[in-house]
């Protein structure tokens, strides 16, 4: 271990800043581009050299102050030091590199759209249960302990004013040392809580989440175990009212603990840009559709839309929506595995659109097979930049061209970026 000032002089892809020294690279997180620190070296399992602040000699440009007393420690947020310009930049540059290595064009990448604090409406929690009291909150950045957040300016106020109640209650539910996860979503009908516990339910503890929900007008409770084996569903254990989301005009039942995108405008801005690709046209296909965030508007402007998803619930809750606004007959269903069983061969012919929204490790088999279609338009929303930069390559190279790319902030301060991308048939 070793004390020595460096100045910062660029921003990594996980928001560390970077100092060049003879000895090489050296991450420091939480120093800003400019900053003169005095740092603390250490080696990481990775081989890395990473740096720890001890402190500011000169800030630099860049640095901002930071919004919560819970910065640098919990593992949520990585660059709150930033100013919205610097901070803007560097995430549009995430975007960038990602393409940068697969030689991709990156004129074309528009400047990140980016939210407020307060918007985000969903959380997956850390709980565990001490002798003192339950904890609760996000982990520490590489490590296994929790945070017990106050505060948390990224969250919907809704969500984290409900943060003393879930302690309370988990105080009761949870044998002292034993851990739990909290899912907690502010639908647009009242939030709807998953409990991801380690025992099973009895009377009394129904009857102890009925007077929870009661006391904090939650919508739903759910129970989940806490390691879930195949086909372990959460279970609706109270159910007040009906958890919905609206999704365009569409009003959608949706199930526990279910995917949805992170904010309502992100999900708007999302949508706004798969609609103008679509362009009303007939033949639509939408790999991992989830709920129908983008299925239903799709089929509500006109089009015959085919979704397709690995999770059951969320094409049931797709479907009956469909059914209850009279889309049936324009909205097919099939739970898939993408990954083991892409659409191929005649499933992909005569189609208009594909749009495809896969999780963080993208759709590497899917973007193949589609790269050899003759598909005029597809949409690619992606949380990943490098998985999404590796399948528009295999597109690209089957002919496609990236007309579009555009970075979506839906996980303020984290190096999370999403982004919508069209590609056309050349
Ligand atoms: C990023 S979400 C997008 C959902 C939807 N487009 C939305 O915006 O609400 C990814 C979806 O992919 C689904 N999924 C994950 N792995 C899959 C797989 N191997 N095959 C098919 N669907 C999968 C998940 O169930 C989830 O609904």
Redesign the pocket.
């Known amino acids: 271990m070793t004390d020595i000032d460096v100045t910062i002089k660029a921003l990594g892809a996980k928001g560390d800043g970077v100092a060049e020294t003879d000895g090489g690279a050296i991450f420091v997180p939480f120093a800003a581009p400019g900053d003169l620190v005095n740092i603390r070296v250490n080696k990481s399992k990775d081989g890395r050299r990473r740096g720890k602040v001890l402190s500011v000699t000169e800030a630099g440009p860049d640095r901002h102050p930071a919004a919560c007393e819970h910065f640098t420690q919990c593992g949520g947020c990585s660059v709150q030091h930033l100013t919205p310009a610097s901070y803007q930049s560097w995430k549009r540059e995430i975007v960038c590199q990602a393409l940068k290595r697969q030689n991709l064009d990156t004129a074309i990448v528009a400047n990140l759209i980016t939210g407020s604090v307060g918007e985000r409406r969903r959380a997956r929690l850390s709980a565990r249960r001490l002798a003192g009291g339950t904890i609760l909150g996000f982990f520490e950045m590489g490590s296994h302990r929790i945070v017990n957040l106050e505060q948390c300016p990224v969250l919907h106020s809704d969500i984290t004013s409900i943060f003393p109640a879930l302690r309370s209650l988990l105080d009761e539910l949870l044998e002292v040392r034993s851990a739990a996860e909290v899912a907690v979503t502010r639908s647009d009908t009242g939030l709807d809580i998953t409990l991801l516990m380690p025992g099973e339910t009895d009377l009394t503890v129904r009857e102890t989440l009925a007077t929870f929900a009661e006391t904090n007008d939650v919508a739903r409770i759910s129970w989940k175990p806490l390691q879930p084996k195949a086909g372990d569903d959460a279970e609706p254990i109270v159910a007040r009212r009906s958890v919905a989301m609206k999704f365009g005009d569409i009003q959608t039942e949706i199930p526990p603990d279910a ?3 992170p904010t309502s405008w992100g ?1 708007q801005v ?1 949508c706004e840009n798969v609609m103008a690709a679509v362009n009303g046209a007939d033949k639509v296909v ?9 299925a239903l508007p799709i089929a509500m402007s006109g089009s015959q839309v085919f979704a ?4 059951q619930d ?1 094409l049931g809750a797709l479907s009956r929506t469909a059914r209850s606004n009279g889309l049936g007959e324009r909205i097919k269903v099939e739970a ?5 069983r892409p659409l191929a061969g005649p499933e992909l012919d005569g189609l208009d659109v594909v749009v495809l ?3 963080r490790a993208g759709a590497s088999a899917q973007a193949g097979l589609l790269a050899n279609s003759a598909i005029p338009t597809i949409v690619y ?1 992606s ?1 990943n930049p490098q998985s999404f930069a590796r399948d528009a390559r295999k597109l690209i190279d089957g002919g496609y061209e990236l007309e579009s790319v555009l970075p979506i902030d839906q996980f303020l301060w984290s190096p999370h970026v999403e982004l919508v991308s069209v590609f056309r048939s050349s």
């Not at 397709?308 to 999770?311: H, I, M, T």
């Not at 898939?336 to 083991?340: A, E, P, S, T």
């Open positions: 995917f949805i995108q999900e999302l939408e790999l991992f559709a989830g709920c129908g965030a983008f397709v998803d690995l999770a969320h898939r595995n993408l990954d083991r929204d896969p999780p929303i949380c």
